[in-house]
């Protein structure tokens, strides 16, 4: 299979933890974007990178998150501190260059913060 | 960002075409359309895209208004997979590097057996 992969798909874990996801985007897809869903909502943007360079930022995307991107291929997404709020689907995207720009995503990691 | 008006929800015969309306009147002459579906619990899906002309692909039709203020997604024969949420987004550019997508809530098609 060689669309956007994710893990983990799910991942339960305390109030307090850190948790990582990592997004692997299709192959040569330059442009990477995160973005989270709440319940009975429609995905909202968190972050965006063209290569390794992360070029835009939501206001969602508070300190105690951050995104990487180091070589330009895989990404990964740290939530430290977890909170109940941050309870939610996130959702990794990639697309290739060119416009206009079709974002192609992941599965998603389902994450529940008790 | 070009805002979408779509109806909540919406019932299809199995074997009958879906055709899932949205609204788009402030849409720029170069932004496109787009829509995605998600099945449940899945991420979502690209279906189609289009600027100014209809589309057709494997999937599904996609019919713009010669003003650009509505589009019409059409599915010619629906199935019970076909069961999810359908998005229709204005593509556009954020200013600052990238094109996100705004995903309002939806339309929640039911096909019915």
């Known amino acids: 299979d060689t669309g956007v992969s994710q893990d983990p798909r799910h991942k339960i874990t305390k109030r307090g933890q850190n948790v990582t996801f990592r997004c692997d985007p299709i192959?040569?897809?330059?442009?990477l974007y995160w973005y989270r869903q709440t319940l009975g909502q429609g995905p909202e943007f968190l972050t965006y990178f063209q290569n390794e360079a992360q070029l835009e930022k939501s206001r969602l995307l508070s300190d105690r998150f951050s995104a990487e991107r180091p070589k330009g291929s895989f990404s990964t997404l740290e939530i430290q501190r977890t909170e109940q709020g941050d309870s939610a689907m996130y959702l990794c995207?990639?697309?290739?260059?060119?416009?206009?720009?079709?974002?192609?995503f992941g599965p998603g990691t389902r994450l529940l913060v008790l | 960002d070009a805002k979408t008006t779509q109806p909540p929800s919406m019932d299809c015969a199995e074997g009958r075409a879906a055709n899932l309306p949205c609204n788009h009147s402030?849409?720029?002459?170069?932004?496109?359309v787009y829509w995605y579906r998600q099945i449940h619990s899945q991420g979502p899906q690209y279906i189609i895209h289009g600027l100014k002309n209809n589309e057709t692909n494997e999937m599904a039709s996609l019919i713009i208004t010669e003003d650009r203020k509505s589009s019409t997604l059409i599915l010619p024969h629906a199935t019970l997979r076909d069961t999810a949420v359908y998005y229709c987004?204005?593509?556009?550019?954020?200013?600052?590097?990238?094109?996100?997508?705004?995903f309002g809530k939806g339309t929640k098609l039911s096909v019915i057996p």
């Open positions: 402030t849409i720029s002459g170069n932004e496109y």
């Open positions: 192959s040569e897809h330059n442009r």
């Open positions: 987004i204005v593509l556009s550019y954020s200013g600052a590097g990238s094109y996100q997508l705004t």
């Open positions: 995207a990639s697309s290739p260059r060119g416009l206009p720009e079709t974002q192609y």
